[in-house]
């Protein structure tokens, strides 16, 4: 088992910056890949990012490309995401997610899921 807790979330006005962390407890060694995704009420999970737990690769979505970064702290077991530029569009719930086979932009690939923290821009 795998737990993830999100945190960092709050209200921004647009073109501030968030970070956002992930901190992983349980079988941590047995993630392949780590992502973040979001979600608006309403609609289904959105792909925002993700990262190897044992290499540098990384992507992400089209609409965060350049103003987003996914990074990890494998001794701290904390996934995060720096936001920058933020816009109004970007108002989700955001959520972190644990893959235990691969790397992967679906929702559906991946085995645990955090709680989600809030993110609000304001315009």
């Known amino acids: 088992q795998v737990q993830l807790v999100e945190s960092g979330g709050g209200l921004v006005q647009a073109g501030g910056s968030l970070r956002l962390s992930c901190a992983a407890s349980?079988?941590?060694?047995?993630?392949?890949?780590m992502g973040w995704f979001r979600q608006v009420t309403g609609k289904e999970h959105e792909f925002v990012a993700a990262?190897?737990?044992?290499?540098?690769?990384?992507y992400y979505a089209d609409s965060v490309k350049g103003r987003f970064t996914i990074s990890r702290d494998n001794a701290k077991n904390t996934l995060y995401l720096q936001m920058n530029s933020l816009k109004p569009e970007d108002t989700a719930v955001y959520y972190c997610?644990?893959?235990?086979?691969?790397?992967?932009?679906?929702?559906?690939?991946?085995?645990?899921w955090g709680q989600g923290t809030q993110v609000t821009v304001s315009s």
């Open positions: 997610a644990a893959d235990l086979a691969r790397l992967s932009s679906r929702p559906d690939d991946y085995n645990y």
């Open positions: 349980g079988r941590t060694s047995s993630i392949s890949g």
């Open positions: 990262i190897s737990r044992i290499s540098d690769s990384a």
